[in-house]
């Protein structure tokens, strides 16, 4: 058997731990051969292949929270890492893999189980193995009048995602996940299982209606973080709104992108529409039809001039715009509800967005709910809060895409929610990226899952080539570099950059890792959760970092 | 294949006729569940499946597209791809597909269109 161990734990205390692990979860739930563990790799690492990457020593499978307060209880008493995954698809950041080679993964993705949905309240409560798919079909199933707010793959784990803090794209109260969240369970690294908000509360009915319950809420210090097992987590989840409406608005001259953020703010800060704001580049896409920006190259023509040595001017992509009568930038607006409000909150937004000149808006696309079959396969799915897996596009063999990769990780730095600051964001990063011999996007869009800011969202792909992947390795720590210089800092990562992008935080002597540091040591002094998580790692192991 | 399908089909029923439960008949129902929860979001017929997609890229129409649709797979070639994965897909977890339920989703995937 090869076998990574954990570090400083020999070959008898291993054992000793696993015959506990098996009488805590049975011996079929427990895997140490190599294919196994095979399945605990990141399918998406960036160090296949190579001594860095990193692996586990086994996995533990429990399907109940007693079970996980056994594994946990065990690898207190024998100091091993254990990392719990959720679904184990957090591809792009992670997938199913430790921070720390030779830790145990603790599996929970058999602890599958919607234990409640109130359709009234609009919540639920889940267990940590519970896909966006999963609870979709229990909805449909049960015939509730309720809809999930679901990232682009919708295999994903409700809590994982939620844990790590990604965002979805129905309306704006649930595209935040951590925050749609109310109330959680957590084992500790005791083993002691704790409540959270009003579930500390015996007896209390409201531990999916009031998130913070009495005294500190400390909700947040177990996302994107080692401190704890999270095993049950409440949602706010979205009724299912009368309608849906969709209207896009084109802007033609390079500068008129300024206005139509600020306007596109001010609209979302004051609730006139509540879906997601998508801005996009409709001279690079000009169809954006559902999945057909991920396959379709941009014209040719529009091709060479963003290709063009120090970038495209902006007189050159004016041009091209008013040539082939196509605009420069776009925004689509969403709004859930009744007819007769959303066509108001559309019409009223096009009188704002009029301000700009020349601006062009579309026929707007109107669905009552529930959608036909064929209305479902028009719709951009996500924005209905239906789970899909299509944006796999990315990077999967396609006519525009013949050479497929092997997965892709995410640089994802947040952008003031301004349209200078986009402009400079794409100069900086296109910089960065000729410099790097990366390629260059000169006209990246900002995304908007969260209000109030931007992200702006890369994917460097990785390929079985371990010097290509070695070169990204280091243009990718060079651009966290370059952002954090420009007061830009990323929102998540995956294990491969966490150390580097905490150490980014690092206001007043790294006062923020500091203080994680001293709550790890005293809420699991023997660093057994997930060691090197988000770059914390516990006092045995500080000199781990990279 | 059809032939040792059969044969092994004979010895399931033997076994289970003497009491032990070491080789069972596939559970083609639970096949075709495991598919349409864990393939058929990529690989369904349709160009918005990016598995789908993809072959099509590959094989050029040689091979359809949708795995539903095809002939040439073996029950190993199944188990293999969901274990090892390819390209953009990734491999599956014991914990997502268990061994039987790949045996069932492999034995599904065979034969639906053989009978």
């Known amino acids: 058997m090869i076998m990574k161990l954990p570090p400083g734990i020999s070959d008898s205390v291993f054992n000793l731990a696993i015959k506990e692990f098996e009488q805590a979860v049975g011996k079929d739930w427990v895997f140490t051969s190599e294919a196994d563990l095979d399945l605990y790799r990141d399918a998406y690492s960036p160090f296949k292949g190579e001594e860095e990457e990193r692996v586990a020593s086994a996995a533990v499978a429990p399907d109940n929270v007693e079970a996980v307060q056994a594994v946990v209880r065990t690898a207190n008493k024998y100091k091993i890492p254990i990392y719990p995954i959720s679904t184990g698809k957090n591809l792009g950041y992670g997938g199913s893999a430790p921070t720390l080679s030779g830790s145990v993964v603790l599996d929970l993705k058999r602890m599958n189980r919607v234990l409640e949905v109130d359709e009234a309240n609009a919540s639920c409560l889940v267990e940590p193995g519970v896909a966006y798919f999963d609870l979709y079909r229990h909805i449909q199933e049960k015939g509730y009048k309720l809809w999930i707010d679901t990232p682009d793959p919708g295999w994903g784990s409700i809590i994982g995602n939620a844990l790590d803090r990604g965002g979805g794209y129905t309306a704006t109260k649930y595209r935040n996940h951590f925050d749609a969240h109310c109330g959680m369970e957590v084992v500790l690294a005791n083993g002691e299982v704790m409540r959270t908000g009003m579930g500390a509360l015996p007896g209390a009915k409201t531990w999916q209606q009031y998130k913070s319950g009495f005294g500190p809420w400390i909700d947040g210090m177990f996302s994107q973080s080692n401190f704890g097992v999270v095993t049950k987590m409440g949602f706010w989840l979205m009724p299912q709104p009368e309608g849906y409406l969709a209207g896009r608005v084109e802007v033609f001259k390079y500068e008129d992108l300024i206005p139509l953020v600020d306007i596109m703010s001010d609209l979302e800060n004051n609730g006139i529409y509540t879906g997601m704001p998508m801005l996009d580049v409709p001279l690079i896409n000009p169809s954006m039809l559902p999945g057909e920006a991920m396959r379709t190259p941009p014209p040719a023509e529009v091709q060479a001039i963003l290709s063009k040595p120090g970038g495209p001017t902006a007189a050159e992509l004016e041009a091209y715009c008013k040539q082939h009568d196509v605009g420069l930038w776009g925004c689509k607006f969403q709004y859930y509800g009744p007819e007769e409000i959303v066509r108001a909150q559309w019409a009223y937004t096009k009188k704002r967005l009029s301000v700009i000149a020349g601006a062009r808006f579309s026929e707007p696309e109107f669905y009552t709910m529930p959608l036909t079959p064929e209305q479902m396969q028009k719709v951009h799915k996500v924005s209905l809060g239906i789970p899909n897996l299509e944006m796999f596009f990315i990077g999967a063999r396609s006519p525009s895409n013949p050479n497929p990769t092997r997965g892709h990780i995410w640089f994802s730095p947040i952008i003031p929610r301004n349209g200078r600051e986009v402009f400079k964001a794409q100069r900086v990063f296109s910089e960065a990226s000729r410099q790097l011999g990366l390629p260059v996007f000169p006209l990246a869009i900002a995304t908007t899952y969260w209000e109030r800011a931007f992200i702006f969202i890369f994917g460097f792909p990785i390929t079985d080539d371990i010097e290509f992947n070695r070169k990204n390795r280091e243009a990718f720590r060079e651009l966290v570099k370059i952002a954090a210089a420009n007061g830009w800092g990323e929102y998540r990562t995956a294990p491969a950059h966490q150390d580097a992008i905490m150490a980014t935080y690092s206001f007043n002597n790294h006062a923020l890792l500091r203080f994680h540091e001293t709550v790890k040591d005293a809420i699991d002094p023997n660093g057994i959760i997930s060691p090197g998580r988000y770059g914390i790692w516990p006092k045995n192991l500080r000199g781990n970092k990279v | ?115």
């Open chain 2, 1 to 115: 294949m059809k032939q040792l399908t059969s044969c092994l089909g004979t010895i399931a029923v033997l076994l289970l006729s003497s009491g032990q439960f070491l080789a069972a008949e596939p559970d083609l129902q639970q096949g075709q569940v495991v598919y349409e929860r864990w393939c058929a979001p990529c690989h369904a017929p349709g160009n918005i499946y990016p598995g789908t997609v993809a072959l099509q890229t590959k094989y050029e129409g040689k091979i359809p597209a949708a795995l539903m649709a095809r002939t040439d797979m073996t029950p190993e070639f199944v188990k293999q791809f969901v274990r090892t994965g390819v390209s953009i897909m990734p491999f599956f977890r014991k914990t997502e597909i268990t061994d039987s339920e790949l045996d069932n989703l492999a034995s599904f995937l065979v034969t639906k269109n053989k009978n």
